[in-house]
Structures are given as C-alpha cells and as structure tokens.
C-alpha cells in the first residue's frame, strides 16, 4: 500500500521538542519491519535532518497500553494527551 506525505511546519519549539522526543521511544519499541535499523533506512539515500517521522509516531496508538504509559511517563504526559497531540496536528493536515 502506498500513502500520502505531507510536510508540516511546527510553530513551537514544545510542540518539536515533544515529537522528535516521541519518535525517539517509538523507533525502539516495535521491532523494525524491514530488519534495519529505522534511521539508517530513513537515512539510506541522504540524511535526515530536522524531519519528524510521522509514520513511526502514529503507531503509538497501535502499542499495548502498559508501553504507551511507559513512553507518556518517559514524556511527562498522559496516553491520553500522546493521542490528543497527534489527533492535532493529524487535523492540521487533513
């Protein structure tokens, strides 16, 4: 399946702070679907500087809960405010 892609400006330095932070503890939670590590995939034709990986970081929802509290722990947030936040900038886009 293909998907479209959509480039985003944050407009607060919390709001960065909070999703490359999320995208952090999402790329060593679920095991890698290709085998590779997910930066050097992302990175295999130029590096990849100051870009947030949606993709990894709507899979939160997709965790059991027990990992989604660890990671909103880790964060200082609740689940529920993780899912209000990616709900949000989701209807940016959309």
Do not use: W
């Amino acid at each position: 399946m293909g998907s479209l892609g959509a480039l985003l400006a944050f407009t607060s330095r919390d709001d960065v702070d909070f999703f490359s932070h999320l995208e952090m503890h999402m790329r060593q939670e679920p095991p890698p679907l290709c085998g590779r590590d997910h930066m050097a995939y992302r990175s295999s034709y130029f590096p990849v500087k100051d870009v947030i990986d949606g993709d990894i970081s709507e899979q939160f929802p997709t965790l059991p809960m027990d990992l989604q509290r660890k990671i909103a722990d880790e964060l200082d947030r609740t689940p529920a405010e993780i899912l209000k936040k990616l709900e949000e900038v989701r209807n940016k886009i959309i």
